[in-house]
């Protein structure tokens, strides 16, 4: 889907985001190694997903507050709560892998979460905010992006 190109950042970092879930939810079936994937998927949430993460909090949810957008709408509402839930997964998959022992089931909700979560944002959440943000209010969500 083409993204409006001050929003096109996010939508970029997706695709990797879409390929780690892949591999999350292989290592769950058995298809990949567990404790690599995880081993993977955590250096890719420390250093992409957790910032792309932030980024989505602090450059879009002070411009679209502004913007008298409703902050309740279900699914901005469903994008920050997964934001919490994913962080929770990765939180867990930390503490199985330090201890030896990743869960299939950590890593296979892991996997399908980040999948429906980036599905979400892409098919919902960025076409709500392009069509009722301004021009000038999505060049503030770049420059708030430029600006971390």
Known sequence: MKRHPYLREFSDDHHQGLVMARRLRKAASGEEQPGQVAGTFLEFWKE??????????????????????????ESLVSMFVQHHYIRTLAARLELDLTRQDVKHETLGELGELLDKHI??????????????????????????????
């Open 48 to 73: 992409e997903t957790e910032p792309h993460f932030v980024k989505e909090e602090n450059a879009l949810l002070p411009v679209l507050a502004r913007s008298g957008m409703r902050l309740d709408n």
């Open 119 to 148: 599905r979400l944002e892409e098919r919902e959440v960025f076409p709500m905010i392009e069509e009722a943000l301004t021009e000038e209010a999505l060049k503030e969500v770049a420059d708030r992006l430029a600006g971390e």
